[in-house]
């Protein structure tokens, strides 16, 4: 059973930082792609960020230049830095990954973590 478990979100004042965490576990030959994606009140799911096994990285034009994408491969974690968050950052984020499991590619979501920014 591969499980993804999300942690980092909360309330912040406009202006300020969060930092997200996503930590996949379970049998996984290995994880092709880490992302993060979000859901606003009413509008679609959108991607922020990705971050593949070989580090390439992967942005929404809404986020350049204030959200970073890190990950640990060792430790199956993915990261997201979110600065100069904005009220229209407000969401729920949810991490994605591309696996392979058994050797057939599938994919995984996290349960999902609210992140409201003030204005």
């Known amino acids: 059973q591969v499980q993804l478990v999300e942690s980092g979100g909360g309330l912040v004042q406009a202006g300020g930082s969060l930092r997200l965490s996503c930590a996949a576990s379970g049998i996984m030959s290995s994880i092709n792609n880490m992302a993060w994606y979000r859901q606003a009140p009413r509008k679609q799911r959108e991607l922020v960020a990705s971050?593949?096994?070989?580090?390439?990285?992967n942005y929404a034009d809404s986020v350049k230049g204030r959200f970073t994408i890190s990950s640990d491969n060792a430790k199956r974690t993915v990261y997201l830095q979110m600065n100069d968050l904005k009220p229209e950052d407000t969401a729920i984020y949810y991490c994605?990954?591309?696996?392979?499991?058994?050797?057939?590619?599938?994919?995984?979501w996290g349960q999902g973590t609210q992140v409201t920014v003030s204005s």
């Open positions: 994605n990954a591309a696996a392979v499991v058994r050797d057939l590619p599938r994919t995984y």
């Open positions: 971050i593949s096994s070989g580090g390439s990285t």
